[in-house]
């Protein structure tokens, strides 16, 4: 029987008969089962949220199309067929929204979803996206998190390594028996090989075994690949491999249970706390985010500004920036209350707020390039970033839809001047075939997870040439 085996069956009987080890192994099974609960609880509110709001839209649609039917033999009906395909009634009653669907991992790895909106009204008026963060918040929970599965991986399943692994060799050293096997002519350093390897399998296992309800569960409207599976899965085994080699260092120098563990300890919070909070506060100092207040300041003081413009300077505005409308000024373009006054007010303001939110994003881009920078130097927040990216509840992610709700305003607002400047009205058959907007995924994930990964590697690399260079023949 080859040592491997030998240690293997010897490492799973001393699991069934120690009480310890099997309580402990529950409650990891139960907090994480716990944190799936909770995860698919978030995810399905914001699945029925974007259900709810689908049912909505369409059978607002059917009553936009009804109006194009109505008994013109009453007053009600009459109004309401005289209002029929108007450009402003269509958008009033029936705006495009844009649906930001959660990925299915995202039940596994929240992120920022429950934070960040998970849809957006758009209107030709030009209105920005909807601020993150607008609703009232229990502030416990937003400083505590979401309890998700990838909580429990990233911050609890490694104190879990290091109470199970820590005295793979101090304890032969204390009973003794680390001499016998020397005598019998086994080697030390296959034996903690093995159990460590043991202990790897086990915990891999129960992670595979509690993901496995996220990759088969089905919520409306989400998203999932096979890659996206086999990506989180090399994502979890590498970061258990990182704390596995960091017990394996430290195993090495052949001290005592209690210095294991402390040492351990130390390191958990050292990855875990330690260096995040440096990062985020090296962040701050070097690029202070700006602050909403600001944000929302500035872009009320703008609409008044820009409403208070006289109208001939606003209808000049927006002939200056659009020559292709040139041939249809007339004299009545200036009335107070004119449409054309409306579309030159919102043209002008939406290059004004364009300009305060590049300023904003361009100071909130040197924070988020300062900390992502920091990412590669701690597995813990790296690891934390990818398997956030996977899930698509990030806040890149979250940004990559909020440039892409932009540019389909900008395409809904040409579409609407189209009717509103030539005073044309919907037909039926129109109404069907209204913009719609189509959130698309980065093509390019899997390869930037991959690059991202490359930074624990060489971490684990590093951890293991030290092991090397301090403990020879270990």
């Known amino acids: 029987m080859s040592l491997a085996t030998t240690i293997f069956r010897f ?26 609960y909770a995860g698919h609880a978030v995810i399905s509110r914001q699945a029925a949220g974007l259900d709810s709001l689908h049912k909505n839209k369409a059978a607002l649609q059917q009553e936009l199309h009804k109006r194009f039917h109505e008994d013109t033999s009453t007053r009600a009906g009459k109004n309401l067929a005289a209002n029929a395909g108007v450009p402003q009634v269509v958008e009033f009653r029936n705006p495009p929204y844009a649906t930001h669907p959660p990925h299915r991992l995202s039940m596994l790895a929240i992120g920022q979803r429950d934070l960040l909106p998970s849809y957006d009204l758009v209107s030709s008026k030009h209105e920005i996206v909807t601020p993150p963060n607008a609703e009232f918040i229990n502030a416990e929970k937003l ?14 399943f490694p104190l879990l390594v290091m109470a199970w692994s820590h005295n793979c060799l101090s304890k032969e050293m204390e009973s003794r028996t680390d001499k016998l096997l020397a005598i019998q002519g086994a080697s030390m350093r296959k034996i903690v090989y093995y159990k460590l390897l043991f202990r790897f399998i086990v915990i891999a296992l129960i992670i595979f075994l509690l993901s496995v309800p996220g990759f088969v569960l089905t919520i409306p409207y989400s998203r999932m690949s096979i890659t996206d599976v086999l990506l989180w899965l ?5 970061y258990l491999l990182f704390w596995f080699a960091l017990c394996w260092l430290i195993i090495g120098f052949r001290q005592s249970s209690h210095w294991n563990i402390l040492c351990t300890l130390g390191l958990w919070l050292l990855f875990v706390i330690v260096i995040p909070a440096a990062m985020n506060s090296s962040a701050t100092l070097i690029a202070p985010p700006p602050l909403h207040s600001e944000l ?24 200056q920036r659009h020559p292709e409308y040139h041939h249809l000024r007339q004299t009545g373009d200036t009335a107070e209350f004119g449409n054309r006054r409306f579309i030159a007010y919102t043209d002008l303001l939406g290059a004004r707020l364009n300009r305060i939110m590049q300023a904003h ?8 390039k300062i900390l992502l920078r920091g990412l590669y130097f701690n597995p813990v927040t790296q690891l934390q970033h990818l398997l956030y990216a996977n899930a698509e509840s990030g806040l890149a992610n979250y940004n990559d839809y909020t440039m892409q709700v932009n540019i389909f305003r900008e395409k809904w607002i040409r579409f609407m001047n189209n009717y509103l400047l030539f ?31 490359i930074s624990v590697w060489l971490m684990i690399i590093i951890i293991i040439a030290t092991g090397k260079l301090t403990h020879p023949g270990y």
Do not use: H
């Open 296 to 319: 929302a300041s500035a872009q009320r003081v703008c609409k008044e500004e820009t409403w208070e413009m006289p109208v001939p300077a606003l209808i000049d505005s927006f002939y």
């Open 11 to 36: 490492e799973f009987r001393q699991l069934l008969r120690q009480p310890s080890q099997l309580i402990m192994l529950a409650f990891y099974i139960i907090i994480s089962i716990y944190s799936l």
């Open 423 to 453: 005073d044309r009205r919907f037909k039926e058959e129109e109404l069907d075939s209204l913009p719609r907007f189509s959130f698309s995924g980065d093509d390019a994930k899997t390869r930037k997870i991959l690059i991202g990964s």
């Open 361 to 368: 994003d361009k100071s909130m881009q040197r924070y988020n």
């Open 234 to 238: 090399y994502l979890a085994l590498i």
């Open 143 to 156: 400083a505590a998190g979401n309890f998700d599965l990838s909580f429990v991986i990233i911050y609890l």
